[in-house]
């Protein structure tokens, strides 16, 4: 069964970095996309940065030129790079993936359980 699973959250300052990691298990035959959503309390998921399996990505407006996301399509993981960290990135960081899983011909949405990020002073 496939599974995905969020680390590098964490507590950092304004104007602070943290690297994300998002790790996968269980077979897969492909990997559509992958991406990033995050939400904070009392407020609805979103989307962060999304990259596709040719490389191609997209940031919400929010993150752009803060944020990078990266893939290693070879063991199937991704990352968020965040730097310049401001308070309203405080949220809970989901990895997502959109996916076909290696018995299946299918393509589903697979989620991790998150990783809390707060930024303050």
């Known amino acids: 069964q496939v599974q995905l699973m969020e680390s590098g959250g964490g507590w950092v300052q304004p104007g602070g970095s943290l690297r994300l990691a998002c790790t996968t298990s269980?077979?897969?035959?492909?990997?559509?996309?992958m991406a990033w959503y995050r939400q904070a309390p009392g407020k609805e998921r979103e989307l962060v940065a999304l990259?596709?399996?040719?490389?191609?990505?997209n940031y919400a407006d929010f993150v752009k030129g803060r944020f990078t996301i990266s893939r290693d399509a070879a063991v199937n993981t991704m990352n968020l790079d965040m730097n310049n960290l401001k308070p309203e990135d405080t949220a809970v960081y989901y990895c997502?993936?959109?996916?076909?899983?290696?018995?299946?011909?299918?393509?589903?949405?697979?989620w991790g359980q998150g990783t809390q990020v707060t930024v303050s002073s």
């Open positions: 990259i596709t399996g040719a490389g191609f990505t």
């Open positions: 997502n993936a959109n996916l076909v899983p290696a018995d299946d011909t299918g393509e589903y949405d697979y």
């Open positions: 269980g077979s897969i035959f492909s990997i559509n996309a």
